[in-house]
């Protein structure tokens, strides 16, 4: 068990076409014991990183920690971690007893009791004692990766990294790993870095996300605060789904409240003491979850700080919740409403808005300026 440092880590790819910077100086402590995720949309530089933390890639520039031991120039098997691939990467030939043995027999010095007793605990950790004298070949989907986990958690490393390991497994198998991996990191107590592209898969499994994009870390935070408070608008936009609406708007009036508009209707209505800058006549980028938008609904009127009509374009089933697709003026936006809210197409609904639930960031930056919540003892002692 231990932490994991990277300081200033940079890894830059020559290329045919010059240079190619994957990854982008990143900063970034795995605490001891830590599930962390990795997530981003593919090509951001998550899997160089993860190679380069396992020693599978160079570092170009920066340094990177395991516990008290600097480890970026030393070899993989030096590390002391182990890492659970996609493909299994399971030896074809063993069985799973072999499988989990083999890297044991070679990187311990374990009496072969020992290393069998070991075999036994993980695989009953993993539930796969009945796959021992199975090989690889004779096993489904699941079970493979099953054993593969179980391979590197047989040698007891300080770091377990794992790249999308479950990305081959159907929707319900996978589901059901993602609980069984919480359970079974938590049980073994090792820091894990796990990279995943899928951002429900990210938000479910981690004790923190570590969201990246174009090979730059645009926050690090636990799920709910990354999805509340959004570091910049590429964060706010990636976690959730559907993803939150959008779009340019211009801040015009203020007393006590900005009104913020688009092409001349108002979508949101926020206190001028929630946001720490005057944004009188400032360009915003104005951001709504679907969930905060409140079709025909019983937002009641003091919560409501703002409302506007739009009409319905799409009203799709989903089951628990409906999407309500909307044009409000030229601006399309996504809702995602109770089951019992279902308006026919071409209809005209009333949309309500929290001022709590309204984001808005820095158009050119990304930067977020205001996220969700008011800050109510701090509107109250603001001087005017
Ligand atoms: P992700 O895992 O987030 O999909 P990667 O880490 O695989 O992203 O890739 C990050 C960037 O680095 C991408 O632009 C990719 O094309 C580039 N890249 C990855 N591996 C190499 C390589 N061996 N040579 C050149 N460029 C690479």
Request: hydrophobic fraction near 40%.
């Amino acid at each position: 068990m231990a932490e994991l440092t990277l300081h200033d880590v940079t890894k830059v790819y020559d290329d045919t076409d010059g240079a190619v910077t994957a990854v982008d100086g990143i900063d970034l402590t795995v605490q001891d014991g830590e599930f962390l995720v990795l997530v981003g949309p593919s090509g951001c530089g998550k899997s160089t990183t993860l190679r380069m933390i396992a020693g599978l890639e160079t570092v170009t520039d920066g340094e990177i920690t395991i516990g008290e031991r600097t480890v970026h120039h030393l070899a993989p098997s030096e590390r002391d971690l182990a890492m659970v691939f996609q493909s299994y990467a399971l030896y074809k030939r063993m069985t799973a007893r072999g499988n989990l043995g083999y890297g044991l027999k070679h990187s311990t010095d374990l009496k072969a009791d020992d290393r069998e007793q070991r075999v036994q605990e993980t695989a009953e950790l993993l539930g796969i004692e009945e796959l021992l004298d199975d090989k690889p070949e004779a096993m489904s989907g699941g079970q493979k990766q099953r054993v593969a986990l179980g391979r590197a958690i047989v040698r007891e490393p300080s770091v377990f990294l794992l790249d999308e390991p479950l990305s081959n497994l159907d929707a319900k198998l996978r589901s059901h790993m993602r609980t069984e991996l919480q359970r079974i990191q938590e049980e073994v107590g090792v820091t894990a870095v796990y990279v995943t592209h899928d951002q429900t898969e990210a938000m479910t499994m981690a004790d923190r996300l570590a969201i990246m994009d174009a090979g730059v870390l645009q926050q690090v935070a636990p799920p709910e605060v990354a999805y509340d408070h959004p570091a910049n608008e590429f964060v706010g936009t990636f976690l959730g789904s559907p993803a939150m609406n959008v779009f340019d708007a211009v801040v015009r009036e203020r007393g006590d409240e900005y009104v913020v508009e688009h092409d001349g209707r108002t979508f949101a209505r926020v206190p001028t003491g929630a946001v720490e800058r005057n944004l009188l006549d400032a360009d915003v980028r104005l951001g709504l979850r679907p969930e905060d938008l409140h079709v025909d609904t019983s937002l009641d009127d003091a919560a409501a700080t703002c409302r506007f009509e739009a009409s319905v374009t799409v009203s799709e089933y989903q089951g628990n919740d409906n999407f309500v697709y909307l044009e409000a003026g030229e601006q399309s936006l996504t809702a995602r409403v109770p089951p019992a809210v279902y308006p026919d197409p071409g209809s005209e609904v009333d949309v309500a808005v929290a001022a709590e639930d309204v984001y808005l960031f820095e158009p050119t930056t990304g930067d977020a300026i205001k996220t969700r919540g008011i800050d109510a003892e701090r509107i109250e002692t603001r001087p005017t």
